[in-house]
């Protein structure tokens, strides 16, 4: 089959290229030589996979709870509550979402400027000026700032999903839980959170897979800095390849988060056919 | 719930989204009005609102910002791409929803584990297998992988659709003496439209957008597509604000003029592709 021919040559070559480079030193230039696991133990061993690995880590934890608060807090308002023009605000709450990250990245570097953006501009016409400061420049802030700008653009997928996952709920659930006297926050708790369980979880982990490879805004804002206070995984692997002409490491980091978003992917549809079961 | 109450919570619920979707519209519609300003009126407002209507900038980056260039590098790596993801898809997606082959679930198994491994860790392979076929710094080097990459995710949707077709019509064509090519074109096609543009919406919009490719494998000037570009300069022309913002501009109307026109098909493609039935 063509599509299998194109798959191959174009995915599972490289993915193959990439599991065996990872067994090399490699300049990619000369001919390499044979590192057998080195590559690996000097991962293990090395702080800055150890720096790159916790921001990742972190990242991904923040993700599922923000992006994903958001977009259900939307969800909620649009789906639930009686509003004039659902569709309109669907499409306009949706829009960062099809940007490109360059855009991106333009829009927030304007809104983190620390001299005339938009952000330090707001804090000191609200009379908080002494908390205006050069975002993306800070080793303590520049993550979160990045974290803040990338959430901006996953919130409307979620959404998205959870908009759909809430107009499949039975309304007479809804109706039955109101002639029981609950108020609306009682019946988000009890009827509408339980019935989008199992399109929860598919929206924690993608959101989780998304935030794992994490590499444009970082690349583009802050390459990694102030002092790899921004150093993601994504983003070390092609330094180390790129920038400092190490392969054969580039490949192994490569590998590494392959097989972590592999893991997240497994745990996804582990979890997901458990609540299938559930529902049967 | 007395009319009155009723229309009062609709009036608040309404303003309150209303204000909220400022924070998702307004850094757009300020990368509008200042590609519409002059430098000098920026240097000495950042924040502020046009005077007039300065399109030169729009032409100053079309011509000699090579926007133009790029828009149609842009414009040759997508179209085929999203003809060639669907046309090879709506193959395989025939196949593994209508017949049954040696390794069918095999060859299925490989194909999800795609849909799991995204295209960025990918790249130092893809960059010296480019390297190696002599195509780095060819529009090429980015439409292979993304043509690779594009598949798994439209064979799974289409199958998913296929095989919900009602088997009656497939059926009787079979009985007519209808072949397996004739059956896909004439019957399975037009019955797929709606799914394929869903498709041709989202893998539009996810090679338009694509950046990590490009910044790798291409870095000559004249090949660059417009995320690319616009990150270069957003490198060397820090301080012409103006022609940055039209850049900008240029880069996402494309994007954002289709998503709201299909933003029906966009929007049931994306909720149907993570509820989907996997």
């Known amino acids: 089959m063509p599509a299998f021919a194109v798959y191959a040559a174009f995915f599972l070559w490289p993915t193959w290229q990439m599991v065996r480079l990872s067994f090399f030193h490699w300049d990619g230039v000369t001919v390499g030589t044979g590192a057998g696991v080195e590559n690996y133990t000097r991962m293990a061993a090395d702080p800055l996979f150890a720096t790159a690995l916790t ?14 608060i958001v977009g259900l807090g939307l969800a909620i308002l649009l789906s639930r509550a009686p509003i004039f023009g659902t569709t309109l605000f669907r499409t306009l709450f949706f829009l960062p979402q099809v940007l ?11 809104i983190y400027n620390p001299s005339f953006g938009a952000l330090n501009t707001t804090l000191e016409a609200l009379g908080l000026g002494f908390l205006a400061q050069g975002w993306l420049g800070s080793t303590s802030l520049a993550l979160p700032a990045l974290f803040l700008a990338w959430s901006w653009t996953h919130y409307g997928f979620v959404m998205v999903v959870f908009m759909a996952a809430i107009d499949d709920i039975d309304e007479t659930y809804f109706d039955a839980a109101a002639v029981d006297g609950a108020n609306m926050w009682q019946q988000i708790r009890h009827v509408l959170v ?4 199992g399109p929860m979880t598919t929206v924690v982990l993608i959101t989780a897979i998304a935030a794992f490879q994490v590499f444009d805004l970082v690349y583009l804002l802050t390459n990694g800095g102030p002092a790899r206070s921004t150093s993601v995984l994504a983003h070390f692997m092609f330094e180390a390849a790129f920038h400092f002409r190490k392969v054969g490491y580039g490949a192994t980091l490569g590998v590494a988060l392959m097989v972590m978003i592999l893991a997240i992917s497994l ?13 049967t | 719930m007395s009319g009155p109450r009723t229309l009062a919570r609709s009036v608040s619920s309404t303003g309150l989204a209303g204000l909220l979707s400022l924070f998702a519209v307004v850094p757009l519609l300020w990368v509008l009005t200042t590609s519409l300003r002059t430098k000098p009126e920026i240097l000495r407002n950042p924040l502020g609102l046009p005077t007039g209507l300065n399109w030169q900038n729009y032409s100053e980056a079309w011509t000699n910002g090579n926007f133009s260039q790029y828009f149609i590098n842009s ?5 085929p791409t999203v003809a060639g993801v669907l046309f090879l898809s709506l193959l395989a997606a025939y196949a593994f929803a209508l017949y049954t ?10 194909l999800l584990f795609g849909m799991t491994v995204p295209v960025g860790i990918l790249i130092i392979p893809l960059y010296y297998q480019m390297l190696g076929l002599g195509l780095l710094d060819s529009l090429w080097a980015i439409i292979l992988p993304q043509l690779a990459l594009g598949i798994p995710i439209s064979t ?7 095989a919900e077709l009602p088997r009656d019509i497939v059926d009787a064509a079979r009985l007519d003496g209808c072949g397996s090519m004739r059956l896909l074109w004439r019957v399975v096609f037009p019955l797929s439209r709606s799914a394929l543009i869903t498709l041709v919406i989202l893998q539009f919009m996810w090679i ?10 291409i870095h000559d000037r004249s090949a660059r597509t417009l995320p690319t570009a616009l990150s270069a300069f957003l490198g060397r022309y820090g301080t012409d604000t103006h022609l940055l913002m039209a850049g900008a501009a240029i880069s996402f109307l494309p994007v954002v003029i289709i998503f709201v026109i299909f933003q029906r098909q966009f929007i049931k493609g994306i909720s149907a592709g993570a509820l989907g039935s996997a």
């Not at chain 1, 921001?55 to 994903?68: F, G, H, K, Q």
Request: glycine share 2%; net charge positive; proline share 5%.
């Open chain 1, 267 to 279: 745990i996804l549809i582990r979890v997901r056919r458990g609540f299938e079961e559930e529902a």
């Open chain 2, 208 to 217: 338009w957008n694509q950046f990590l490719l490009p910044v790798v494998l």
């Open chain 1, 55 to 68: 921001n990742t880590a972190l990242w991904t934890a923040a993700a599922i709870v923000l992006p994903v």
């Open chain 1, 194 to 197: 339980p019935a989008i369980r």
């Open chain 2, 156 to 162: 799974l949707l289409l199958r998913t659709f296929i």
């Open chain 1, 100 to 110: 490109s990250s360059v855009v991106v990245a333009v829009l927030w570097r304007w």
């Open chain 2, 101 to 110: 082959f040696p390794m069918k679930r095999t060859l299925f198994i490989v």
């Open chain 2, 75 to 79: 414009l040759v790596v997508v179209i």
